[in-house]
């Protein structure tokens, strides 16, 4: 089967075209400013070099015509005809309470996510978009709405409850759903295998370590625990969001700056993480390593500071599950960064787990980083949150 994975954001269309079977990408690419003036278009044919194509696109429609054009296209094209494409699989971020797995979409699903857009402002509406886009413009190919909070439904009510009063829960449903579900789940799965073993027998922690991070505690298969929180906003430090902070420096930074509470929060999910803390090298971790090398001190600050809440959450984790099996590092940061990698496992050789600084020195491949008689295995597992769309996808539609 041939399946579209689609992950649509505002004025963003980020697709991949793959083939189940042999779990092979034939293609690739990315629409940017969409509904913007120099909208373009990036496709790569599997082996084959970018082609980036500045077209306009008024509307998300436009680019899902264009993405299909590039798809059948004589030259850069990688199948004949639309109807090569079996189903679509579309990311879709908060599926609330409503969706603790991935589901076929009808009509009432797409009303359900509707209902779930209060949660993710930013995210559902543009996911909608792009499901109608696609339902236009492929009219009676199946599609698959796979979200990221539904792989953390399983957590009990004592990690996901905040000492907030218990109405807001209630009225508004404010309470943790966790992000990155689809890359926890596919990690820690595939951590799993890799040692040869079953997930329902291990406690894996997934440290998505990307521009957005994660934490996750998986038990016996099933998420217990995660740092995000209602919004993608709590946790670790991350890339321009300042994770965890004190309720209480929202109204005081509102008040010394006179900002409005929604602009202090939009600085602590644009301007802050490691770029803000930084005071603004660069939300890139390979500027931030560049610049603490060259002595910089608020760089090396800002890695220290990163590194310490990731190591602080795994703790917390390891007291959550009651001992941990795997720890298993995975997007841009943790599959690449060894700097960072070391750092954190540093802080956790007490636990019984230990880095060779030989294999440590690879960059995104699956590898075993701890020492054969350590407690905890500790790995770098590269996470494929597109390939666990498409694999969904298919189990629903076949
Ligand atoms: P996103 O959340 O946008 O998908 P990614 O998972 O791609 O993010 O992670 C982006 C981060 O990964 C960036 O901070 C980048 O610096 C880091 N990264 C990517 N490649 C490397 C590398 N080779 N060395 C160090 N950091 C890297």
Do not use: W
């Not at 857009?117 to 190919?141: F, R």
């Not at 960072?340 to 496992?345: A, D, G, L, Y």
């Amino acid at each position: 089967m041939n399946v579209l994975v689609i992950n649509c954001g505002s004025s963003s269309l980020k697709y991949q075209l793959i083939e189940s079977d042999k779990e092979t990408v034939l293609a690739k690419g990315l629409c940017e400013r969409i509904g913007i003036d120099g909208s373009c278009i990036t496709h790569q044919p599997a082996g084959k070099d970018k082609i980036k194509t500045e077209l306009p696109m008024k509307d998300h429609k436009d680019a899902v015509k264009i993405v299909i054009d590039k798809l059948t296209d004589k030259e850069v094209g990688v199948i004949d005809s639309l109807d090569e494409i079996d189903a679509v699989g579309h990311r879709v971020v908060h599926g609330g309470e409503k969706f603790a797995s991935s589901v076929v979409i009808d009509d009432k699903v797409l009303e359900a996510i509707k209902e779930c857009n209060d949660l993710a402002p930013l995210h559902n509406p543009a996911n909608i978009i792009g499901i109608n886009a696609c339902k236009q413009v492929m009219p009676g190919v199946p599609m698959v709405a796979v979200f990221d909070t539904a792989f953390h439904q399983t957590m009990p009510k004592k990690a996901y409850l905040y000492g907030l009063p218990y109405e807001y829960y209630d009225k508004y449903k404010v309470r943790r759903y966790g992000f990155h579900g689809t890359s926890h789940d596919y990690v820690s799965e595939r951590a799993a295998q890799i040692l040869g073993k079953d997930r329902k027998d291990l406690k894996i922690i997934v440290c998505h370590l990307g521009n957005g991070a994660s934490i996750s505690a998986v038990k016996n298969g099933e998420s217990v625990d995660t740092s995000m929180g209602l919004t993608p906003l709590e946790g670790l430090i991350m890339g321009t969001r300042s994770g965890d902070i004190d309720p209480a420096i929202v109204s005081f930074i509102a008040a010394k700056e006179n900002l409005t509470a929604e602009e202090v929060i939009n600085i602590c999910n644009k301007k802050s993480g490691i770029y803000g803390l930084s005071g603004g090298i660069s939300s890139d971790f390979r500027d931030l390593g560049a610049a603490a090398d060259e002595g910089n001190q608020k760089a090396i600050d800002t890695l220290e500071a990163y590194a310490y809440k990731v190591a602080k959450y795994v703790g917390s984790y390891v007291v959550a599950m009651g001992g941990v099996d795997v720890i298993a590092f995975t997007a841009g940061v943790g599959e690449n960064n060894c700097q960072m990698r070391e750092m954190i496992v540093k802080y956790l050789s007490f636990l019984g787990t230990s880095i060779d600084s030989e294999k440590n020195k690879l960059r995104g491949e699956e590898v075993i980083l701890s020492a054969k008689d350590d407690k905890i295995v500790t790995m770098v597992v590269p996470t494929n949150e597109e390939l666990a769309i498409a694999r969904q996808t298919v189990d629903l539609v076949k």
